[in-house]
């Protein structure tokens, strides 16, 4: 038994030299940032962003909830359409704090409903033209949090993806899609603000936990799949780093972690999205401040693609 003790220590051990924790590195990419919004155009609360194409975003605002889609306009962008956002009876404020564009429309990460602000009510929404929800599935698995400290992060990553890398999920079983009648093509990836954690689910006719894992911060504020790659941000809590993951032995892992770019101020980045378009070696690279610090509340730079 005690030799069983020790062996599990020296397991332990050994894993922890393995695997030190990252040491941040400089943004691959430009140290070249800049406001990407008109003035005062959102105000606060702007916290989630995703790149539908190279010229549409969508964004969310959490309070007043909103859904906005924009569309370049000279180096910045414009507001094209805005609409406010409800549950699926038509009812509440939910407090929408990340969006995903995926080939099977829109889905919005909620922490509570802001007219009942004292009660987590961790959701995924899904949204069509309107602005009342046309779907919706409560979020199971994740621990007690505040209900301003839920789900802050969103992103899907497709089927296609998963099974190529042999993604497994908590009890050890290799992920088939099959075994997840009505999902869709892909899994949603939801982080937690007050953990850091990121959790997988399948969206059926409820919502399936598959895995969860740690995106290499303290918490984070929005995830984004990259095709090749997971990209997870923190807000100022962490000094806006980046962390990379990517599946290895059926997990995600840490496979990086970058500081924000040296001239992206260190304010409340809640959203983050990258272009899924490379020019001349880069890609455009969005991120959201929830502050809107000196009245700008998007800002752009860029990622190199080898990155
Ligand atoms: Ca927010
Ligand atoms: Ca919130
Ligand atoms: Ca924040």
């Not at 539908?52 to 924009?70: G, H, I």
């Not at 093509?185 to 894992?213: I, R």
Request: glycine share 10%.
């Amino acid at each position: 038994m005690r030799i069983k003790v020790i062996g599990v220590f020296a397991v332990l051990a050994l894993s922890l030299v393995a695997s030190p924790a990252q040491a941040a590195t400089t943004w691959p990419g430009d140290s070249a940032t800049r406001t990407a919004d008109g003035s005062n155009v959102f105000g606060k609360n702007l916290s989630g962003l995703s790149f539908e194409s190279a010229n549409v975003v969508w964004a969310v605002k959490n309070s007043p909830s909103t859904l906005y889609r924009l569309v370049p306009s000279g180096s910045t962008w414009k507001v094209d359409q805005k609409r406010s956002l409800h549950y699926q009876d038509g009812q509440g404020d939910p407090d929408a704090e990340g969006v995903v564009s995926t080939p099977e429309g829109l889905f919005v990460a909620v922490e509570r409903d802001n007219d009942d602000g004292d009660v987590s009510a961790p959701k995924i929404l899904k949204y069509g033209t309107g602005s009342n929800a046309v779907a919706e599935w409560e979020l199971g698995g994740m621990p007690e949090v505040d209900p301003n400290d839920g789900p802050e992060a969103i992103s899907w990553v497709p089927d296609s993806y998963l099974t190529r890398n042999g993604f497994t999920d908590d009890s050890g079983r290799t992920y088939d899609p099959a075994d997840y009648p009505g999902h869709g093509s892909g899994l949603f990836f939801v982080g937690l603000e007050a953990t850091g954690e990121v959790y997988v689910y399948a969206l059926q006719g409820e919502a399936k936990l598959l895995a969860k894992f740690a995106s290499g911060h303290a918490q984070v504020m929005d995830l984004e799949f990259d095709g090749s790659k997971l990209w997870a941000i923190c807000d100022n809590n962490c000094n806006g780093q980046t962390t990379t993951l990517a599946i290895s032995s059926g997990k995600f892992r840490v496979t990086a972690k970058y500081n924000r770019p040296s001239t992206l101020p260190n304010t409340n980045l809640e959203g983050f999205a990258i272009s899924p378009s490379c020019v001349n070696g880069k890609k455009l690279v969005l991120w959201s401040d929830d502050d809107n610090k000196d009245g700008h509340a998007l800002r752009s730079g860029s990622l190199n693609c080898s990155g």
